[in-house]
């Protein structure tokens, strides 16, 4: 693993023995996220043949700290991305986008018509989309509307407790305490942004697209994931045995597997890449 510092932005690469795509992936994290927790999915891709990179959005660790996190808003992170991309000249990249990382993904995908694919697992919607995360959870709703302006525009990190409801409640117990650390504390800003509602336009993201959803995931419900699905007009995934974190979860290999036989059944590539 290679990591490159882009000004504030640190950004994995992985790079694989063969290259076998002409095109490489770009994986975007969720709310509080970086990109360790998505360490499985990047040496599996780049195992398949992939140039891999995971982005680490402003003020994720470790990327640099950022004093004003809490203000940090999607238009800075959709920035982040974009100069990502641009740095490494990456526009042609299939998104890999997580969470939140999934609306980032359907914006960028948006607005970039050379990405190859748009994958999305466990997105949060986009506004036409009705988001139906429990209302007690983070980032829900009615969570972000009653807190917003009673908080002195502090992070917010979700609590050990908290997470053993939510991200963590299908992982092993003894890989939680392994796990937690990998997340830190997001924007109270992108939260309120999300619960009102990101707009997306479906017909301007002429690549194709595929929607994960798991039926144990309490934080993005399978029905919303279903309906983004439809939203989007994209191949949907369901899976019966996973939660929030399908890339850390037992089988994750599972799901991996089938991301990469939908983009070599879904991109086209003129001409097979094979260089050392």
Known sequence: ?????????AVDKYSPDIVKHSYPLLLIHGAGGTSGYLKNYLQFFSGEGWVSYAINLRGHHPSDREAALAQMTIEDYLSDIEQVMQVLEIENCALIGHSMGGLLAQKTAMNFTSVKALVTIASAPPLGVTLEIKNDLPYSGTFMKSIWGLMNLKPVKMSHLMAEKTLLNNIDKAEKEEIFPMFVAESLMVGYQVAQGVFVDP???????????????VMAPESMEQKLAGFLKADYISYEQFAHL??????????????SQWLKNSVHEEIPVQKG
Not at 1 to 9: E, F, P, T, V
Not at 210 to 217: A, F, P, R, S
Not at 246 to 259: F, T
Request: hydrophobic content about 35%; aromatic content about 2%.
């Open 246 to 259: 399908p890339m850390l979860e037992k089988g994750w290999k599972q799901s991996a597997s089938d991301i």
């Open 1 to 9: 693993m290679q990591r490159i510092k882009i000004d504030n932005l």
């Open 203 to 217: 017909d301007k993201i002429k690549c194709p697209k595929l929607v994960i959803g798991c039926k144990l995931d």
